[in-house]
């Protein structure tokens, strides 16, 4: 494995993608796919750590990494997901927008689950502490909707 190549593959990814922002995650699953594809006998495995570490210092990738808590999987992402982009690549103000509404419908479908799993198990303060961040993420999903359908363009 030679970083030149998971290079190629990454900025190649990243510029063919329909949408700029794309998720870490997604980005390592393509990665470790090629890398299936092209491992020989001589090659030195790449780990995720190493693998996010050379996304960090890339000068012509961005890495992001959300605010939202990482305390849950849903449908194979993390809640708190983390985001990579090229830096030359523009990304409009809708697009961003339906990003940030994507990741708080995946923090409320989180939470949902939780409270699905462990709701007779959880301390009736733990439970009202979920119920209200609910409250305020779907609170915070309807003003992002709101933003979305105003910077969408016609």
């Known amino acids: 494995m030679h970083l030149e190549d998971v290079e190629a593959w990454c900025i190649e990814y990243l510029a063919q993608t329909a949408e700029p922002v794309v998720t870490f995650d997604a980005l390592w699953r393509f990665v470790k796919k090629r890398l299936a594809q092209k491992r020989t006998e001589n090659d030195q495995p790449l780990s995720e750590e190493t ?3 050379f996304i960090k210092h890339h000068e012509k990738i961005l890495y992001i990494e959300s605010p939202l808590p990482d305390f849950a999987h849903v449908n194979g992402e993390r809640s708190g997901a983390r985001f990579v982009l090229l830096r030359s690549r523009k990304i409009e103000v809708d697009q961003l927008l339906r990003m940030m509404s994507t990741q708080a ?4 479908q989180a939470l949902q689950t939780l409270l699905s799993a462990e709701g007779d198990s959880l301390p009736p303060e733990r439970e009202e502490q979920i119920r209200r961040t609910l409250a305020r993420v779907h609170a915070f999903e309807k003003k992002l909707d709101d933003l ?4 969408t363009p016609h």
């Open 51 to 53: 693998f996010l570490d």
């Open 105 to 108: 419908k995946k923090l409320e």
């Open 148 to 151: 979305v359908r105003q910077y």
